[in-house]
């Protein structure tokens, strides 16, 4: 998406929606972002500096008056362009969207319209390593022109469909299913635990070409420890992914161990090992320093590099 002027943009979207809710029975208006900056010293590459996370959105959440049990929540959430030419005063690239959605939510559950997080996810994102970390993990993290319903909980138990509906790509000549792609999954979750198990099927015709996607991925809290371990099955290129992690908490600081291993019928395959140190700095500043190691095979194969990620973060929201 093109906008040359996304701050004026969304200056202009909030004086909007905030005017246009006056009167109605609505939860703060929320203003967040993060930016998050790191530097890379990987195998035979030139070192890296860059931002690896330049985000801002909005969200709110409005109570339907005319009706007993019905709130709408509005979310627009932007990745800002970043690490253009480096002699270049200014970043001056796409703004890209990642998510335009919204929500209705009842005693009936949660139906989510518009591009939006794609459920999946949740599965493969258990570890929650830093970027370039898990190479392996497939499926997007996001979906646009989707529906979705989520199940009101019933004991921590959740479940929930997404479809896809992209009329204009379609690639293949001739009558298209109406539906390009189907996500269903269960979530469990409780206090000291997180399991996901979904499902994501996207038609031959689309543009993307045909998925068969198992996801399953889950952890448990044992005090300051952790464990969790991802699984992903793909039927139609036969690629396979398990991933198993241990993390440790110290105060303000979290430790984590994490092995992943993929392989396919291509003689793609490899596997890794990750460090994380991460320490929480306080007002939503936090940094890290995080290693990765990949065995031969997946430096021969996949073309990958061990890599030592320093870096720094920080999260923002404003309620107005």
Known sequence: MDMKKPLATLIAVCAATSAGTALAEKGPFNIYGKVEARTIDRDDVDLNSFV???RLGLKQTIKLDKFDDLRVRYQIEFDLPTNSLATKSTDSDD???RKAQINLLGGFGEVIIGRQNHLMAQAKKIDQFKNDSGPFAMGPDRIGN????VTPSFNGI???VQVIADADDD???GPAKDLDGTTFGISLVGDMYDVQTSYYDVDSDFDSGAVELTSLGGSVSLGSMGLFGTY???DVSNVDMV???VSYKMNDTTLKLGYSNTDNDAGLEGSYIQLLAHYNMGEGVSTFVQYIEYNSDAETTLGKGDA???GIEYSFGVDI
Request: proline share 4%; aromatic share 12%; glycine share 12%.
């Open 232 to 234: 992903q099955s793909e």
């Open 146 to 149: 989707a529906l979705s319903y």
């Open 158 to 160: 959740n479940g929930y």
């Open 171 to 173: 690639t293949i000549p």
């Open 95 to 97: 703004v890209f969207v």
């Open 243 to 245: 991933g198993v992690g």
């Open 308 to 310: 030592l990620s320093v």
């Open 52 to 54: 690896d996370k330049a």
